[in-house]
C-alpha cells in the first residue's frame, strides 16, 4: 500500500522545496500542485483569458492537456500541451494568477482526478492549499506548514534577487500578504490546517532545520 503525505501551507511557505528535499531522503516521489495551478493560470494569460472569468477559463480547459512527468532525476516536469513551462511557471505574476484561478471549482475539479492518481500508486509527498482537506483527505500524514509573512517574503525576495531578477522586498510582502487573503476566503476549497494535521512553523528555522521538522513528523506518523 502506498504512502500519502499532504503538506499545506500558505504562499511562500517553502512547501515546494522542504517537501522536495524530504521525498529525496524518504525516496518518496514529489508532487508539486501548486505548479499545476500556475501552468492552467500561464495557459490562461497566453489565450488573454480573465482568470477570474469562470466560463472564459472553463471554457479554456476544454483546450488544453496539463501533465506532470518527471526527469531522469525525479525532478517533476510540468507539460502544457506537450511543452515543458516548468521555468515559465516561476514568476511572482505567475503566481497571482494561479490564486485567481485556483479559485474556479471547475479547475479544481480539472486536476482533482490527477493528483489523486498520482498517490494511488506511489509513495507521495504532495504540497498545496487543500491536499489534506479536500485532495487527499485520508492521507496518512498530514503537515501545515507556515511562516510568517515577513519570513515568506524575505525568503522570496532572496530568491529571486539570486536568480538576477529586480524586485522589491515590500512589493513582495504586499504579494503574499493578498495571497494570504484570496487563498483563505475564496469559496472553493480555502486554504486551512485540517483537524488532523501537525503544524511546522519555520519561521525561526533554517531550510536544513526545516526539513528536519517536516521528516521527523513523517517518520513519527508511518
Given amino acids: 500500500m502506498s504512502t500519502a503525505v499532504a503538506l499545506d501551507g500558505p504562499a511562500g511557505a517553502g512547501k515546494s522545496s522542504i517537501a522536495k ?3 529525496k531522503e524518504l525516496g518518496f516521489i514529489y508532487v508539486d500542485t501548486g505548479a499545476l495551478y500556475r501552468t492552467i493560470g500561464l ?3 497566453r489565450a488573454k483569458v480573465d482568470p477570474v472569468d469562470s466560463p472564459e ?3 479554456l480547459l ?3 492537456k496539463v501533465e506532470l512527468t518527471f526527469n531522469e532525476n525525479g525532478e517533476q516536469i510540468v507539460l502544457l500541451d506537450g511543452e515543458d513551462v516548468s521555468g515559465e511557471i516561476r514568476t511572482p505574476e505567475a503566481s497571482m494568477t494561479a490564486s485567481k484561478i485556483s479559485a474556479i471549482p471547475k479547475v479544481r475539479a480539472y486536476l482533482l482526478d490527477l ?3 498520482m498517490a494511488k500508486t506511489n509513495d507521495v509527498i504532495m504540497d498545496g492549499r487543500d491536499i489534506g482537506t479536500v485532495v487527499l ?3 496518512q500524514v498530514k503537515i501545515f506548514l507556515t511562516a510568517s509573512p515577513e519570513a515568506r517574503a524575505g525568503r522570496r525576495y532572496k530568491e529571486l534577487i539570486e536568480k538576477g531578477m529586480s524586485v522589491k522586498y515590500e512589493d513582495i510582502l504586499s504579494d503574499v500578504i493578498e495571497r494570504d487573503y ?4 475564496r469559496k472553493t476549497a480555502p486554504l486551512k490546517a485540517a483537524e488532523d494535521s501537525v503544524t511546522v512553523d519555520t519561521t525561526e528555522l533554517d531550510f536544513e532545520q526545516s526539513v528536519e521538522a517536516v521528516i521527523s513528523v513523517i517518520k513519527e506518523k508511518i
Fill in 21 to 23: 528535499r524530504a521525498a
Fill in 43 to 45: 495557459a490562461a494569460t
Fill in 57 to 59: 477559463v472553463d471554457a
Fill in 62 to 64: 476544454e483546450k488544453i
Fill in 115 to 117: 493528483q489523486r492518481d
Fill in 137 to 139: 483527505p485520508d492521507a
Fill in 182 to 185: 484570496n487563498d483563505t476566503h
